[in-house]
C-alpha cells in the first residue's frame, strides 16, 4: 500500500479521535510495549522433538493435513522467524518441554536439564524474543488420564519431577534473557466416565502443586491453566476452573485462562476484573473456541475484543501475559500465526482507542441510552487507519500484502518439505 495513502488516512484518524478525547499517539505508544507469546506447537501441530512419530495424547487434537509441517527444530525455528516478521512489535515465544534440543538423544521427561534449552536460548536472544515455557504431561507412555493426580505414586513422582525441572528450566531462561520467562502448568488430567473418588485426585493434584512450588524463584512466574474438559476426558476434569482458582487465590499463583476452556456462552472477559482482585497477575491463552475446545485460529471476534478491551479498561496490560494458543493444522501453519497474532493485536488497538472516559462518565451519570451508542459508534472510529500505521511504523506488511509473501513462501520451501 502507498505509504502517503496511510499516513493520510493516519492523520484523519487522529482528528477524528481526539473529537471524542482518544490520544492516538498514546495508544500507538502503549501498543509497542503489548508483547505476545507465540506457541511453538503451531508450527508442528505439537509433536515436538522428543518422538517426532508419537501421537499427540492427553485429550487435545490438531485436526487436518495441510503439507509442509516443520519437521524438526531448524524448520521450526525458520516457520517461526518467518511468521514474526509479518507480526509488527517486539514478542515472545512458548516453548513447550517436548521441544527441548535433545541432540538426537532420548532424554525422558524426568531428566530434562536447562542445558537442553541453551540453543533455544542463544537462538531467542540473537532473533529478538524472550522465551516462556510449558511442562508436558501429554504424548508420553506414562501420561495416561492422571499424572500429577495418580494415586500410583511412581508415577505421581515422575510428573512431579518432570514439573520440577521444568520451573528450574523456566528460571534458568528468565535469567539469561533478564525477563521473568512465564511457565504454564497444565496437566490433562481427568476420566472419560463418571468419577466417583473425584476428591481423591483433587487432593493429589493440590498435594503435588505443593511439593512443585515449594522451590522459590526469581526469575519465572509459575500459571496454572484450567480446563472444561478434554477429548476422552469428558466427564471429569481434576484441574477445574474452581480447583486452579481456589489452588491461585491461596498461593498466589497466576491462573490462566484459555479462551477455549469454558462453557460456550461464559464470558472470559468478564473474569479479567475478579481474577485482578485476588491473584497476582493473569496469562491468557487466546484461542477460538467453535462449538467445543477446537483450538481454531485466533480472530478478531466480539470474544477477542471483550477480552481485550477489559484488559485496557482495567489498565492492566502490566499484569497480563499474552499468549496464544491454538493449533489448526488444515492451513498454512505460517499464516496460522500471522492471521491470530495479527488479530489479537487488532483487538488491543481496538481496546486502547475506547473513548473511555466519555463512556464512564454516561455511566456514571447514569445516561445509558449515551453510552450505548457511544459503544456503538465506536465500532466504526477508523481504527483500521491506525493499525495500517502501527505496520508501517514497525516495517511490516500493511493489510492483506502479507498473503502474497506467505504463499511464495509455502511454493519455495514449506510445499517441498
Ligand atoms: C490444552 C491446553 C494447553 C495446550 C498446550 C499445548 O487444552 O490448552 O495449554 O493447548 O499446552
Ligand atoms: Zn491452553
Known sequence: MKEELIKKAYEVAVERYAAVGVDVEKALEDMQKISISLHCWQADDVTGFENPDGQLSGGIQATGNHPGKARNMEEL????????????????????????????????????????????????????????????????????????????????????????????????????????????????????????????????????????????????????????????????????????LGYGAKNNKIVTLDTGHFHLTE???????????????????????????????????????????????????????????YFDASINRIGAYVVGTRATQKCFLQALLEPIAQLREYEANDQLFERLALLEEAKNLPWNAVWDMFCLKNNVCVGEEYIYDIQKYEAEVTSKR
Not at 91 to 101: K, P
Open 77 to 244: 525455528r525458520a516457520d517461526i522467524l518467518k511468521a514474526a516478521s509479518y507480526i509488527p512489535g517486539s514478542h515472545r515465544l512458548n516453548l513447550h518441554a517436548i521441544y527441548g534440543d535433545f541432540g538426537g538423544e532420548f532424554v525422558d521427561r524426568d531428566q530434562i536439564e536447562p542445558k537442553h534449552f541453551e540453543s533455544w536460548m542463544q537462538w531467542a536472544k540473537e532473533s529478538g524474543l524472550k522465551l516462556d515455557f510449558n511442562s508436558t504431561s501429554f504424548s508420553h507412555p506414562k501420561s495416561g488420564s492422571l499424572t500429577l493426580a495418580n494415586p500410583d505414586k511412581e508415577i505421581r513422582d515422575f510428573w512431579i519431577e518432570h514439573t520440577k525441572r521444568s520451573r528450574a528450566i523456566a528460571e534458568a531462561m528468565g535469567k539469561y534473557q533478564g525477563s521473568p520467562c512465564v511457565m504454564n502448568l497444565w496437566v490433562h488430567d481427568g476420566s472419560k466416565d463418571q468419577t466417583v473418588n473425584r476428591l481423591l485426585y483433587r487432593q493429589l493434584l493440590k498435594d503435588s502443586l505443593d511439593e512443585i512450588f515449594a522451590t522459590k524463584y526469581d526469575n519465572m512466574k509459575d500459571c496454572i491453566e484450567a480446563k472444561l474438559f478434554g477429548i476422552g476426558a469428558e466427564s471429569y476434569t481434576v484441574g477445574s476452573y474452581d480447583f486452579y
Open 267 to 325: 464470558s472470559i472477559a468478564d473474569k479479567i476484573s475478579s481474577l485482578l482482585l485476588f491473584t497476582p497477575e493473569i496469562m491468557l491463552h487466546v484461542s477460538r473456541p467453535i462449538r467445543w475446545d477446537s483450538d481454531h485460529v485466533t480472530t478478531m471476534n466480539d470474544d477477542t475484543l471483550d477480552l481485550a478491551k477489559e484488559i485496557i479498561r482495567c489498565k492492566a496490560l502490566d499484569r497480563v501475559n499474552i499468549g496464544l494458543d
